[in-house]
Structures are given as C-alpha cells and as structure tokens.
C-alpha cells in the first residue's frame, strides 16, 4: 500500500474534461488497491498565459519536481497562436519536458479486437497491431539553437536546427532495446540516413547499442518507408525508435491507423522522477466543454502512470483491461464510430465514459466475465 503524490495539469481545449475522468479512475485505483493518491493542481500552456503572462510558470515547474509523477492534459489553441514564441502554450510543454529531463516517450499503438471497425483500414490489416513507439523527445529540431527567424537580402528567413550528441541517441535507443526485450524482440530504428547527417550518427550509435542486446533483432527503416509500412503491415512492428519530429509525427499516425487519436496515451521518462504522462491528441478547441471528447487516452496514461512512476503492474492491467471490456461491451466515444454510422453501439459523453471505466474497475467486471 503505497501513497503517492501526482501534479495535475489540466491545461487547455479538452485538457480539463480528460484529466477529471482520469483521475476519477485513479481514486478507483487507490480505493480498490489501498492506495492513496495526493493530487496537486497548475497551470500550463494558455491558462497560465492568461494568468501569469507565461506558459510555463515558476511555481507550476515546482510544483512538478515535487510530486511522484505528473498527470497533464493538452495545452494550445487559437486564442494564443499569435503570441511571440516565448509565449505560446506548446514552449510551456517543451519547457516542462526540458526541465524534467524526460528524454525518451512512449507511446503504445494497440488495435483493441472490438474497434477494427473504427480503423480506416481493413479488418485483417489492423487486427493485432500492437506496438510501441519510443520517440527521442528533448533533441533535434525543437530543441536545436540557433531557432530563429531573420531577414536577408529583402527576405524573410527562418532557421530550426537539428542536433543531437551520441549520449543523447544512446540513452533512448538503450530503453527501446531493453523494452523490446521484455516483447516480441524487434526493434525497428527509423531515420533518413540517405540525406540527413544526423540520422547517419543515429544509425551509427544504435548499430553500436545492438551489440549490447544479443537476444534483440534490428532493422532500421527509412521514415517514409515506415510511414507506408505503418498502414500496409502495421502488424509487422514491435518496439519503433526514432528522433523526436519523425516520433511525433508516426505516432499520430499510429494513431490514425487504430482509429482514433483519443485512444493513445503517453509516458515521458527521465533517468530520475517525475515522469510525465499525457495523452496524445492536442487541446481540440473546436468540441471543448461540449462533454464529447474521448478520455480513454488520458485514462490509458494512467496505467502508464501506474506501471512506470508507481511500479504497480496489476494496478495498470485492471485499468487497461477495464477499458478494453467497456470497448467490448459496445460503448463509444463519438469519434470511436465507425464510418457507416453508430449501428448497435451505445455513444456516451466525456464522462460517462469514465464511469463505465470506474465502474468496472471497481466492481473488477473484466475478470469476473
């Protein structure tokens, strides 16, 4: 039995709406296993703007060093997308992954059996996808100097720089090896070594990293090639590891290819605590405070949450197997139908949704059918 301290940030859009049905599931988690979860609230992303003139505010980042894990929302929206760049809600985000040093996120790709229907791809081509996306998150583009925009010869200019260092590489490729092992054993390293240096380094690093895990098969791929191979065999994948920008971009694709972008979640991981947890999808601003947005992907960081900050394995399968039986028992989320309409399915609300999960987390419904 074990007490544990989680910072909320909510932040943006539908960040709020998921994070209640969340922490909802965390309360069942702590009353069901004889735990107790402390919660502790900040601001981030345009919230905080609008209150405190940044992004990412002092006592918010304190507020994070001191808790177990942080449990964030989404942050962003067209409210702020006019603010300087020190300013807009995503440099909150990326500031609050520097800070913690939460170099490598995980972002697991399942095909759950009773959403095929969902997925724009075929039945047979999407069943059984399971696989997990280790994308190298504090380096490249986002992070590289010089970032910035100039004018030259009458032109307006703009320069992003993509770096990285081999300690950098090594330390994300080193867990994408070592989770691998724990799976099918296959580890996919994507880069664009036909045209980028530093996807030549990154080739060069994770060929050295391999020999440290005999058991481990690896192949690298082209990003594009996985890209197309993503919806043509995605079953094929086991552990994908890659740079930050081409991570960001194959996980939202991952997404598109079980059927919604609401469904995934994510653990950000440090070499020490607080990890961060969020779900994939952004603020979406259009359907905020409208009770319709799918809190599965914030309910699914939870077991994340659980499994790598907590180290509670069976408390992050009931969660997961609590949502995959509300899946099997038909209900769904407006983005969940699929594209011929809601047939035999049941559409809940944003929090009605939690319930079903709560509730059968609570009454333990997956394992006693």
Known sequence: MGTYTIALL??????????????KVLEVVGDSFGHTFRFSEGLIGGRAVDATGFPLPPETLDLCRGADAVLLGAVGGPKWDGLP???RPETGLLDLRKNLRVYANLRPVVAYPSLVEASPLRPEVVSGTDF????????????????????????????????YTEEEIGRVVHLAFGLAAQRRKLVTSVDKANVLESS???????NEVAKGYPEVRLEHMLVDACAMEMVRRPTRFDVIVTENMFGDILSDEGAGVVGSIGLLP????????PALYEPVHGSAPDIAGQGIANPLGAILSVALLLRHSCNLEAEA?????????????????RDLLPPVGAGEYKVVSTSQMGDMVAHALKENVPRKT
């Open 10 to 23: 909510p932040g943006d859009g539908i960040g709020p709406e998921v994070i209640t049905e969340a922490v």
């Open 85 to 87: 760049s020190a300013q």
């Open 132 to 163: 997990l996306i280790v994308r190298e998150l504090t380096g490249g583009l986002y992070f590289g100097k010089p970032k910035e925009r100039t004018q030259r010869n009458g032109q307006r200019q703009a320069v992003d720089t993509l770096i």
């Open 200 to 206: 030549r380094l990154w080739r060069e690093v994770v």
């Open 266 to 273: 994510s653990a950000s991981l440090g070499a020490s605590p």
């Open 317 to 333: 399968r009931a969660v997961e197997e609590a949502v995959a039986y509300v899946l099997s028992a038909g209900y769904r989320t």
